[in-house]
């Protein structure tokens, strides 16, 4: 089974980047789609990026497309997500989620996910 851990959370200011890593463990990431979500406070969990097993493709919510890019390195089991010009509306716990299904954009198509990184984004 695969366990992940995001990391690269944190307080930045609007306008400022960020990269967010999802690093697995216990079994290679190589066979997974990978994916990003996002949840804000009082609302639900929502589909960022996603990018295939073999990173030959990638998905992108409208709300983020042209700022975020989502790439992996399946040498080093890592999953990335850069994220600029961002804004107090990016603010969210940052989930990351392995699974089978591509595309999948709805939290049930995937079952692996790790606990999440927080990003705060001041104005």
């Known amino acids: 089974q695969v366990q992940l851990v995001e990391s690269g959370g944190g307080l930045v200011q609007a306008g400022d980047p960020l990269t967010l890593s999802c690093a697995a463990s216990?079994?290679?990431?190589?066979?997974?789609?990978e994916a990003w979500f996002r949840q804000a406070p009082g609302k639900e969990r929502e589909f960022v990026s996603a990018?295939?097993?073999?990173?030959?493709?990638?998905s992108y919510a409208d709300s983020v497309k042209g700022r975020f890019t989502i790439s992996r390195d399946n040498t080093k089991n890592t999953v990335y997500l850069r994220m600029n010009s961002l804004t107090p509306d990016d603010a969210a716990v940052y989930y990351c989620?392995?699974?089978?299904?591509?595309?999948?954009?709805?939290?049930?198509?995937?079952?692996?996910w790790g606990q999440g990184t927080r990003v705060t984004v001041s104005s």
């Open positions: 990018i295939k097993w073999n990173g030959q493709d990638t």
């Open positions: 989620a392995a699974g089978s299904i591509w595309l999948g954009t709805e939290t049930y198509e995937y079952s692996i």
């Open positions: 216990g079994r290679a990431l190589n066979t997974y789609n």
